[in-house]
């Protein structure tokens, strides 16, 4: 079970963090062929902001819970359940600020999802 929070966790950081860098260098999104209509009707003016939540928040939470899980550490189940949480954090918001849902977004909530549910599997075990 650990490999596979370590799999979720590393096709997360994999993405996320080049995504994430690629919004907040062309904030115009043209890297990534955004559409800036997709954000026009909502507070952003750019997407340098959804890449730095993306970048920190959703790729360096679980960059750093996959380095605790290679390590072996004890809070390393604790570290899965935040990143999964700020992945589906990171989703939702998307999804209610460009009012528009896609099958990748589906993907990543369901990694999110399934982080946060193998963690708190595996945490419970711990205790008994």
Known sequence: MNKL???L??????????C???????PDGSLLQLDINLINHSFLRNYFVPGLALTFFAG???LYA????WKKQKTALLWCI???LM???FEVVQ????QTFSWLQLVYLLCGFFMVLVALQLKHKELI
């Open 66 to 69: 996959f380095l605790q899980l």
């Open 82 to 84: 935040t990143g999964g």
């Open 20 to 26: 994430g860098l690629m919004m907040m260098i062309k």
């Open 60 to 62: 360096g939470v679980n």
């Open 95 to 98: 999804i209610a600020v460009i």
């Open 87 to 89: 992945m589906i954090a």
């Open 5 to 7: 929070l370590m799999i």
């Open 9 to 18: 966790a590393a096709f997360i950081v994999i993405t996320a963090v080049p």
